[in-house]
């Protein structure tokens, strides 16, 4: 059974399926003992996406004021706000209460408006940085140390300038990278050592500018390669060739690396491209998954994660998911959550950690059966921050459920113009990139990017063999944008350990670039283009078809996952 519907924000039609039906009917809460069915989506996939994503400020951060202790801290927020902003040790501490904002429902005034005016009084934290040592620069991480400007990544140390990476090491300027050391400019690897400006790059070292290459070491400019190494351009070399012809490449210069990348990205078009990035699935579809089963278009999925869809960023043994964007960690059960981690049965919640039973909350934390709550910490039965009995909870939400029903709420995720951040502040101008006029007739906030006028006369030298200890003390000018950037102390470390020049771009620049070096999060039906004569289609054209995010006007030749492995070396 299919129901196609018609979008209410954008005008699209699409989809709902048997799974969403099934999955919704699953989800919907009981209340009182009455089962409150969840109604299809109104939004599409795109416009469900953006609606959540508007609510994540990865990036965007300001010096300010803790408005506890009143010292200097970094936040997603600026200095004036209409909440209170307290620093990572105040918001944990014991010296405030969010339950002291807790108040009754009003059933004379629709819900959203209530608890966006709960959201405007409870004090914020910062930054969500847990457990960070010497790495006060980072946003949405745990366990980092020394780390500056990592942004959404784990476990790190020494590492620089990265979204997504985790369990690594000095790394700078990476992208969605697990277990790596001494890389730079990678996007997409994984167990990688002293690799550098490469895509899809696994169990590598000692190489630069690979493609979906795995088990290689001391390659250079390959692509599709298998447990090889001294190759260059998947040509084969003895070790002692390879050597002297990687001195002539002259990788520490930054004239030299902007040609190279443009001679490596020529290279790859002559190869043919698999049709989507996937390691031991079953069952998927989407893009950028490994270790799942059953995510139907899902994009970033990892660590057994298991009957999902419509979801960006899953993983850890996150279950049962639909329409989710950044979740996992033995979690179960999320409908139209974002950020939302280790618990089960949360419905449209920015975050719920290590929770069960909450509904329409804003981080939330080790608490249970929460209806409608701001920054509450190791509660239970509460409506909009206030503690209720069992009894008590179980019919307010059931006369509160029935009341959005009735306004056309119930079923729906927070308005879009409920976010603190301006658009382009947000992980949703990353994917669903809006221009200002399109922002404001929307409703919606934008910030105005600061106009520099500062020249500078500094030229960077070309190698960093060239670069001397006082660099740290300019002030360089993004080639790009104008924006102003230094480099750190550490960084210079690294770019020298690893011989890389210095970036002639601010490191947002460089975020910015990494990410539209991606495929988009968007599937097309396209044939295999495979016309070789191989074993899976002797003499002729294969015809299967598949979903890619590899758009029909790309200049790539898309193979099917047989027809790729007929030709990979």
Known sequence: MSDNKICKSCGVGFPVDQWDINFLDKISPVFSGKKFNLPYPTLCVDCRHTRRLIFRNERTIYKRKCDLFLISIVAIYPEKTDFPVYCHECWYGDK???FDYGRDYDFTRGFFDQFQE???LVPRIGLLNERAENSEFCNITTGNKNCYLVWGGDFNEDSFNSIFCFKS?????TYWVNSCELSYECVDCEKCYNVKYSRYAYTSRDSAFLFDCHGCSNCFSCFGLRNKSYCIYNEQFSREEYEQKIKSFELDKWSSVQKLSKEFSEFCLKFPHEYVHMVNVENCTGDSISSAKNCINCFDIFGGAEDIKDAMVAGDNAKDMFSMDHGGHDAELFYECLASFGGRNYLFCMPAWRSSDCFYCDFVISSNNLFGCAQLQNAKYCVLNKEYSKNEWEILCAKIVEDMIARGEWGEFFPMEHSFFAYNETVANDFYTLEKGQVLAKGLK??????YDK???FVIPDSINDVSDDIIDKVLVCEST??????TPAELKLYRKIGVSLPRYAPETRNVMRLKSRNPKKLWDRECMCDLDHASHKGGKCDV???T?????RKEMIFCEKCYLGVTY
């Open 482 to 487: 104008g924006r102003l950037y230094k480099i």
């Open 169 to 173: 090491k000095n790394v700078s300027d």
């Open 545 to 547: 078809r598949f979903l």
């Open 118 to 120: 709960l959201r405007k």
């Open 455 to 457: 020249k500078s006369d």
């Open 446 to 451: 934008w910030m105005d990017e600061k106009v």
């Open 549 to 553: 995010s590899y758009s029909p006007e």
């Open 96 to 98: 405030w209460n969010a």
